[in-house]
Nanobody
Framework: QVQLVESGGRLVQAGGSLRLSCAAS????????MGWFRQAPGKEREFVAA????????TYADSVKGRFTISRDNAKNTAHLQMNSLKPEDTAVYYC???????????????WGQGTQVTVSS
């Protein structure tokens, strides 16, 4: 198992930007595809973005395409989610996730972080 710790969540105004980070420890980071999910109050957790082990492939939810960018640094065992043009509907707890492939991490991750709160004010 890989242990994941998110950081970077805070209160931001609509139209602003945030960069979330996910620090991984334990098993070899480069052997995992990485993903981000979010859960808004009263809603189910939903997929946001994922990146393959070697960062050659990425995939995004339609709601964030063109605004969010997922990246990773295998040398530093970190993954990031750059969020631009934030909207109030992006308000949620954001979770980092890991899985063996980009398909698995997008659907049924094997590891989760504890989450970081992002609040976008209008």
């Amino acid at each position: 198992q890989v242990q994941l710790v998110e950081s970077g969540g805070r209160l931001v105004q609509a139209g602003g930007s945030l960069r979330l980070s996910c620090a991984a420890s334990g098993r070899t980071f480069s052997s995992y595809a990485m993903g981000w999910f979010r859960q808004a109050p009263g809603k189910e957790r939903e997929f946001v973005a994922a990146i393959s082990r070697g960062a050659l492939s990425t995939t995004y939810a339609d709601s964030v395409k063109g605004r969010f960018t997922i990246s990773r640094d295998n040398a530093k065992n970190t993954a990031h989610l750059q969020m631009n043009s934030l909207k109030p509907e992006d308000t949620a707890v954001y979770y980092c996730a890991a899985g063996s492939t980009i398909l698995i991490v997008s659907t049924t991750p094997s590891s989760w972080g504890q989450g970081t709160q992002v609040t976008v004010s209008s």
